[in-house]
């Protein structure tokens, strides 16, 4: 984690002599969608043990009566009921059908009652509105999907909201964003639990990789949180976006708003669920970006036009949240345009710069990109990147370029 988990480390009880490691528990309710909740059933409930990937053994439990209705009208009756949650070291929560509903208080205090008894607590995209609901997020970071990570904040103001992460491992609970990063956390999980070779054999199988780079900053748009929008501090805020060619700073915004800095501070992370610093920042850098894409000014010119008091001022930043330098940028994205027409959004691709710790190489990003959009960081196996739209783009099965993983995660 970038930030210390030893706490979250103590914290982890020791499992009760009923439940059993290897069990994983799944709970589904109606009106979920049903991508998410295909996550953790096609990870944990198939046995892959001839590509080398330990067996878990899944339960598929109903939050509510059935039968559930999911996504397309689809109904699903669940084998299991809540009590089957007493036997599983693992209990996941795919997804929540609504941020705005509170879940049932069957279902809460099933999930507290495991957390107390040691099972380790997962939340996907939605779920993890469930697991604040049931108090096991007070105190501790988590994530959740980037539009829905202001109302976590919001309405659970004890929890740490990092709208960044791709997962957050906080020891005992995790949390991941939306629908693919259900994906990388499972596979965290696995990894955790059994190693890296378990797996990147599994990744294999689902011809994904077995690791990201980043986080969500990429996928970050400018539009206001839907929250925020009766709220005073959207002027504020909207003046901010159109004024990015200025340079001004978080105290400006605050004097705006008539607030001190502090007190800017805690609204705008209760209402966005981002410090105003680094939201200002990535705005900066995603009209940057912008510029680079659609204009024929300088790297120089960029970084004065979006507010940067310098031109290393933004190729700092720039490299941090899009893993490229703005020139290496526009000339990948240059390179790669189609003849004749429509502009295409690029992302990097890793190149080796010096090893890590644990001989883990750090890489330094360059940039493509492809018919289906931006693709994500490729892996050392053969799997393919992701198209923001979730599709693989045509540099999808390079090989051969490691990545850091695209989580924070308890030591």
């Keep these: 984690m970038s930030q210390d988990s030893a706490a979250a480390t103590e ?29 953790p059933l096609s990870v944990f409930g198939i046995d892959r043990q001839d590509a080398g990937v330990p067996r878990y053994r899944l339960l598929v439990c109903g939050g509510e009566e059935g039968p559930l209705r999911t996504t397309g009208g689809l109904e699903l009756t669940a084998p299991y009921g809540l009590e089957a949650i007493s036997r599983a070291g693992t209990v996941v929560v795919p997804a929540w059908r609504s941020i705005t509903s509170p879940p049932p208080a069957e279902a809460l205090e099933a999930l507290r009652r495991a957390h107390e008894e040691g099972a380790r607590i997962v939340g996907l995209c939605t779920g993890a509105f469930v697991l604040a609901a049931a108090g096991l997020l007070d105190g501790r970071p988590a994530t959740t999907h980037w539009m829905y990570a202001p109302t976590l904040a919001k309405r659970y103001p004890s929890v740490h909201v990092d709208p960044r992460e791709l997962f957050v491992d906080d020891g005992d609970v995790l949390t991941s964003a939306g629908t693919a990063a259900g994906i990388d956390l499972c596979l965290h999980i696995v990894r955790t639990d059994h190693g890296t070779e378990a797996a990147g054999a599994l990744a294999r199988r689902l011809v994904v990789p077995p690791r990201r780079s980043g986080g969500q900053e990429r996928y970050l748009d400018r539009s206001l949180p839907e929250e925020i929008g009766s709220d005073p501090l959207a002027e504020v805020v909207a003046w901010a976006l159109e004024h990015l060619h200025e340079q001004f700073d978080v105290e400006t915004l605050a004097a705006r708003a008539y607030m ?25 850098v995603l009209q940057a ?20 008091r310098s031109p290393v001022a933004l190729r700092g930043h720039f490299r941090r949240q899009l893993g490229s330098s703005p020139a290496a940028y526009r000339a990948a994205y240059r390179a790669r345009r189609p003849q004749g027409g429509g502009a295409e959004p690029v992302a990097p691709v890793i190149e080796p710069v010096v090893p890590a ?5 750090i890489r330094r ?26 599709k693989p783009g045509p540099d999808a099965y390079t090989t051969g370029r490691p990545t850091l993983p695209g989580q924070r995660s308890a030591p």
């Design 365 to 390: 990003a360059t940039a493509t990109a492809g018919p289906s959009g931006p693709h994500v960081i490729t892996s050392p196996t053969a799997g393919p990147a992701q198209s923001e739209q979730g």
């Design 260 to 284: 001190s800095r502090r007190t800017f501070d805690r609204r705008f992370r209760s209402l966005t669920g981002s410090a105003p610093l680094q939201w200002l920042i990535t705005q900066r």
């Design 357 to 361: 710790q644990g001989g883990a190489p």
């Design 11 to 39: 914290a982890v009880r020791k499992l009760s002599g009923r439940r059993r490691r290897e069990v994983v528990a799944v709970l589904l309710f109606s009106g979920g969608p049903i991508f998410e909740s295909s996550i």
């Design 289 to 308: 970006q912008r510029l680079l894409e659609t204009s024929e000014y300088s790297v120089d010119e960029v970084a004065g036009r979006c507010g940067f």
